[in-house]
């Protein structure tokens, strides 16, 4: 019952969030179907449609009427990293497309402090905010009259600052004085005041805490800019991280990749065969074959690691099993799919059973095994990058793992959009070589 | 010996529950080398149990099958095999899938290449010699497997409905070609059919099957085939004694159908 309750309260945290982040939701959405008005209105202007589909009265529920839209596949494209840019202060962007940024520069905001007595006194203190990692002296200002003394303070962006401003007075919190306002508007421990360039907060101990705005940016440390991130792979790709270059890093991981499912597919093909052709085999196999297959390869990594170490024979074994499976099942339905008038067709064209897996069996089971090849790439990519992450000396994943330990985000994004593009181009790959090498594929 | 001569042919096939199923029983037959048997019968009456028996792919529990002289107990070249549809081998180019036969026996290329496009001419698809057979119609497909049985010299062509996927025109055109090929090659050939006219038809001797037990209703010698080869086919439909002999069978057929309908809905 209680886990019910924690369940619950997760799932309550979860619906929570994405209620504070359904503005942007809907925002989101709200540019997706202004955009395509416009390019509607657009394309109405430039070309006035001839194809056949023009004369289509019924579009909506027509499968064929739906094709992707390049136009809006660019549009969608370009708006990630307009928005990725906004959000970050790209200077790839001109300055009105940003969001609001941080406050930067010199402000500042008056304090009253209260005398037991009942006297009271303003001083003004004065806050530059400057980029973190320059160094910035506080400005030099005159004390001023009265008990409370002027006060400065350099505070780097995204940061805030706990302040002593009755310090330099005459009459301190030691001498019961004690802020009572800030601009004008009283404030208590506890409690905070608009300031012009942000908040100021008062602590329970009656400290004042000078928060500049932070804005609607991202700080680099959570969400680095487009153009930090492309100068971080131009230096990864030639200086390196962790002693080795880019290069080597995602040479390593494609490497792992290829000779794992090349072995998984050299075992997984023919064991798959034969559990299409005997019964003896497929009754062997298909009891570890179906438990295996469920496995998530995932889950093999600390058997794996216990059992060979984090070097390369651990990896590629662990994607040899990855691919295995998969293929075999590729294999065994590719040949188990074969119609049977095409096996009778070529018995009494006088093919003999060796023939006939050589010009029937395996020709026809050539497009599943591509399938399976697919797939198990696939599964193979994410595979290497999750053992990586793990434990490796070099990889993609280890790249983006160490990384994050340092909160080298910048890093971990541009793993992380590698990562991508490798595995979106092996897919690419992949159904490119099915089309040259199965053509027939589904048309029997 | 020769011709082709079914014995007492008897198939009875066991049931997973128990029971059995007499699909063929004591089919007897004596065809002569080079004529054209039609088999006509309604679902059931293991007209495919038949020519998969001949064809060498299911062995009788009881009956022979004896092709000039030899006793048939498995699959060869001697007797080819046209299926209804989807038994080309998409992977392979209309000359190929022709090729098939004497490619398996080993054949020399250059006397293969001949036979092929001698073949090709003969069924008219020379111009898509290098087609994938799958870019093909329908009506194509089975020019190519008749070509492709054809280039194996097989002794008797056994057909299992292999124009019955295929449009009424494309049908007709097709029927007329399977007539000009018989006469040509004067291949003993086993037809099997749903069309009651296509029998008629093509059908030089043609049977009737009954079902349960699968067996020889009636047989009849027609003269449709020899007067059809080389002519307008609807000319031949025209004769009175055709539409006479439609009639008969299809009246036949239709009270073989009624007493399937009965005896299952007595039980």
């Not at chain 1, 100021?200 to 805490?209: H, I, Q, R, Y």
């Not at chain 1, 002693?243 to 997984?268: C, K, P, Q, W």
């Not at chain 1, 064209?349 to 006939?356: H, T």
Request: negative net charge; hydrophobic residues 45%; proline residues 5%.
């Amino acid at each position: 019952m209680e886990l019910l309750g924690n369940l619950w309260g997760e799932f309550w945290a979860v619906l929570t969030t994405l209620f504070v982040a359904a503005p942007y939701i809907i925002g989101y959405v709200l540019i997706i179907l202004l955009m395509m008005v416009i390019w509607s209105g657009i394309k109405r202007l430039l070309t006035p449609k001839h194809d056949y589909s023009s004369l289509k009265t019924v579009t909506f529920g027509d499968e064929s009427a739906v094709t992707s839209n390049t136009v809006a596949s660019v549009v969608s494209i370009v708006l990630i990293f307009i928005l990725w840019g906004a959000f970050t202060g790209s200077k790839l962007l001109p300055g009105f497309m940003h969001a609001p940024g941080p406050f930067k520069g010199e402000g500042s905001f008056e304090y009253t402090i209260t005398t037991p007595a009942g006297d009271s006194d303003t001083a003004t203190v004065s806050v530059v905010v400057h980029p973190t990692g320059e160094d910035v002296a506080a400005p030099q200002v005159a004390p001023g009259d009265g008990i409370a003394k002027n006060d400065a303070v350099a505070i780097p962006i995204y940061r805030s600052e706990l302040l002593r401003v009755d310090n330099n007075d005459e009459m301190g919190r030691d001498e019961e004085t004690f802020i009572t306002a800030v601009d004008g508007q009283a404030i208590a421990p506890g409690n905070s005041v608009d300031v012009s360039f942000g908040r100021v907060a008062m602590s329970d101990k009656g400290t004042l805490n000078i928060i500049p705005a932070t804005g609607m940016q991202m700080e680099p440390i959570w969400m680095p800019s487009p153009e930090a991130v492309w100068s971080r792979l131009g230096e990864i790709a030639t200086v390196g991280y962790r002693n080795s270059t880019l290069a080597e890093h995602l040479g390593y991981s494609l490497f792992r990749v290829i000779v794992g499912f090349m072995l998984g597919a050299l075992v997984g093909i023919p064991l798959g065969y034969a559990m299409g052709l005997s019964n003896w085999f497929r009754g062997w196999f298909d009891p570890i074959v179906e438990f295996m297959r469920p496995v998530p390869p995932l889950a093999l990594i600390p058997l794996v690691i216990i059992w060979a170490g984090i070097g390369e024979v651990g990896k590629i074994i662990l994607l040899f099993l990855a691919a295995l499976w998969i293929m075999a099942i590729a294999a065994r339905s590719g040949v188990s799919g074969v119609r049977i008038s095409k096996v009778h067709a070529a018995y009494s064209l006088g093919a003999s059973k060796w023939q006939i897996m050589r010009y029937v069996i395996i020709p026809n089971s050539l497009p599943e095994i591509f399938t399976g090849a697919r797939v198990a790439m696939g599964v193979c990519w994410g595979t290497v990058v999750a053992a990586e992450l793990v434990a490796a000396e070099k990889g993609a994943g280890m790249m983006i793992m160490v990384a994050s330990k340092f909160q080298s985000t910048d890093i971990v994004l541009m793993g992380i959009i590698l990562i991508g593009i490798i595995g979106f181009s092996i897919d690419m790959l992949m159904r490119q070589a099915e089309k040259w090498l199965v053509p027939w594929k589904g048309k029997g | 010996m020769s011709g082709l001569q079914i014995d007492k042919l008897s198939m009875r096939f066991d049931l997973p529950n128990g029971s059995s199923v007499q699909a063929l029983k004591d089919v007897s037959l004596d065809l002569k080398a080079g004529e054209l048997l039609s088999v006509l019968g309604p679902s059931g009456c293991g007209k495919t149990t038949l020519l998969n028996i001949v064809a060498g792919f299911l062995a009788p529990t009881a009956g022979t099958i004896t092709l000039n002289g030899h006793k048939v107990s498995g699959p060869a070249a001697e007797r080819g095999m046209v299926f209804q549809q989807g038994a080309l081998f998409e992977w392979m180019s209309v000359r190929e899938n022709v090729g098939f036969g004497p490619s398996m026996k080993g054949m020399p290329k250059e006397e293969k290449a001949k036979i092929v496009d001698h073949l090709l001419d003969v069924v008219g698809l020379q111009d898509f010699k290098e087609k994938a057979v799958y870019e093909l119609s329908g009506g194509m497909q089975q020019r190519v497997a008749l070509a492709r049985c054809l280039a194996n010299e097989p002794d008797v062509i056994l057909m299992d409905e292999p124009l019955g996927a295929l449009d009424a025109l494309t049908r007709e055109k097709m029927q007329g070609l399977v007539l000009k090929l018989w006469k040509e090659t004067g291949k003993t050939i086993i037809l099997i059919t749903h069309s009651v006219e296509e029998a008629l038809l093509l059908g030089e001797r043609l049977i009737v099957m009954a079902p349960r037990p699968g067996r020889i209703h009636t047989e009849y010698r027609l003269p449709f085939a020899e007067m059809g080869v080389g002519q307008d086919l609807r000319e031949v439909k025209k004769h009175p004694k055709f539409a006479e002999t439609r009639e008969e069978i299809l009246g036949m057929i239709w009270d073989m159908e009624e007493e399937i309908m009965g005896r299952s809905e007595d039980a």
